[in-house]
């Protein structure tokens, strides 16, 4: 693992089981194209580095990753068929059993479990799903270096959020889906709330977008981008003295979003990001960590 005896434009051409099992963008030049894109550009990143793999698919990016060398891979993914198929691609290809998990579920209901990662993948999802501040909160609150992201943006004006639903029916039938499609000016917006500083994949520049099947990256329409998040991590002993200072001073469970902000501003904390921390104390008390004597 890890020795990189592939070419970085061709990747998929020496592991074509994920181009036979992938269920979406399945042509094997925009696979290759979009590895170059989002994991070979950063692979020095992902050099022993923890990744979490939101919406895992067959696993690609995740193996795609371990190949350049990171320590251990957690993907997170809703198909039950797709996870069948992650396992048995990572085991075709001689991935030891100890450097991946795959998780079933929702990303939003099992993100909480992964514990701390160095980088997180966030490809092709943001589009699929309608709280994508919600999302980036739980990503801040993992506190990741780098996430990198790809997804489809709306082409409206503005810093909108176009929702859509996925069957184009208008107005959506009742208990159908909704997506919604951040503007480059709202997913910009997003990402400067939590401090992130981000810079977009030059698909154009790159030359790669002229393929074949990467139409929407050369409109503009899917973008890609590495955002760095935490250069360095909160160290657990500010983190507790903050949750302590919002269990102490918050006066009641309706203000304490307030008394979130005002100790995360003194701290130099992301509030959403504390906000969590504080609510797993609340649920998980652990001695010594945010208890009131
Ligand atoms: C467009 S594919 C992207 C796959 C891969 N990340 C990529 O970029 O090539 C979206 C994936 O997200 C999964 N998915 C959608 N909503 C999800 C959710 N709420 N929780 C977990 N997985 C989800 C789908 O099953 C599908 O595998």
Known sequence: MGDASFDPQRFFD???????????????????????????THRELLRGARVLDLASHDGRFSFAALQ???SRVVGIEH?????????????????PRD???????????????????GVVFCFGILYHINNHMLLFSKIAALEPQYLILDSRISQLDGSVIEVRSPLGASPPPLGGDIESQPSRAALEAMLSYFGWKFEYFDWSGSGLAAAKHLSDYRAGSRVSLLVTCNEQRTPL?????????????????????????????????????????????????????????
């Not at 074509?16 to 070979?40: C, D, M, Q």
């Not at 450097?99 to 990662?117: A, H, K, P, S």
């Open 79 to 95: 198909s039950a068929a797709l996870i069948d198929k992650t396992y048995e691609n990572l085991q075709h290809y001689g991935v």
């Open 99 to 117: 450097r991946y998990d795959f998780v079933l579920g929702d990303l939003f209901t099992n993100i909480e479990r992964v514990g701390r990662c």
């Open 237 to 293: 002993e500010v983190r507790e003295r903050a949750v302590q200072a919002v269990l102490d001073q918050q006066q009641d469970r309706q203000t304490q979003w307030l008394t979130i902000k005002d100790v995360a501003s003194r701290f130099g904390l992301v509030p959403q990001a504390l906000r969590f921390w504080v609510r797993q104390i609340e649920t998980e008390p652990t001695p010594g960590a945010g208890r009131k004597e």
């Open 68 to 70: 350049n060398g990171a």
């Open 14 to 40: 020496s592991f074509p089981r994920f181009v036979e099992t992938s269920e979406t963008g399945p042509w094997r030049e925009r696979l290759n194209a979009r590895y170059f894109a989002l994991v070979h």
